[in-house]
Nanobody, 124 residues
Framework: QVQLLESGGGLVQTGGSLKLSCVASGRAISGYRMGWFRQAPGKEREFVAAIDRGGSAPYYADSVKGRFTISRSNLKNTLYLQMDNLKPEDTATYYC?????????????????WGQGTQVTVSS
């Protein structure tokens, strides 16, 4: 099973940017569809973005479309999330996840390898 470790979170002002990274070990991520999820205190974990194995077909939650960009480097075994024009409602712990489900998975139940998360806080 692939092990995942996120980094890049932090405190940023409204309108700022952050880039999250998720480094995989144990297995090559080229065999997995990869995704980002987030969870705010008291709320359920929600889908942010995901990308196919080759990196050519990303898809996003409506709430982040046009502001966030998911990408991957199979050579570096790393997943990324570029977050621009951040808003206070983006404040959450962000998790990367892996799955072999192919039909555009977006539910946490469809992903089975998870990182420990990285905190993103956007101040107003």
């Amino acid at each position: 099973q692939v092990q995942l470790l996120e980094s890049g979170g932090g405190l940023v002002q409204t309108g700022g940017s952050l880039k999250l990274s998720c480094v995989a070990s144990g297995r090559a991520i080229s065999g997995y569809r990869m995704g980002w999820f987030r969870q705010a205190p008291g709320k359920e974990r929600e889908f942010v973005a995901a990308i196919d194995r080759g990196g050519s077909a990303p898809y996003y939650a409506d709430s982040v479309k046009g502001r966030f960009t998911i990408s991957r480097s199979n050579l570096k075994n790393t997943l990324y999330l570029q977050m621009d024009n951040l808003k206070p409602e983006d404040t959450a712990t962000y998790y990367c996840a892996a799955t072999t489900v192919v039909n555009w998975p977006s539910s946490p139940d469809e992903f089975y390898s998870w990182g420990q998360g990285t905190q993103v806080t956007v101040s107003s």
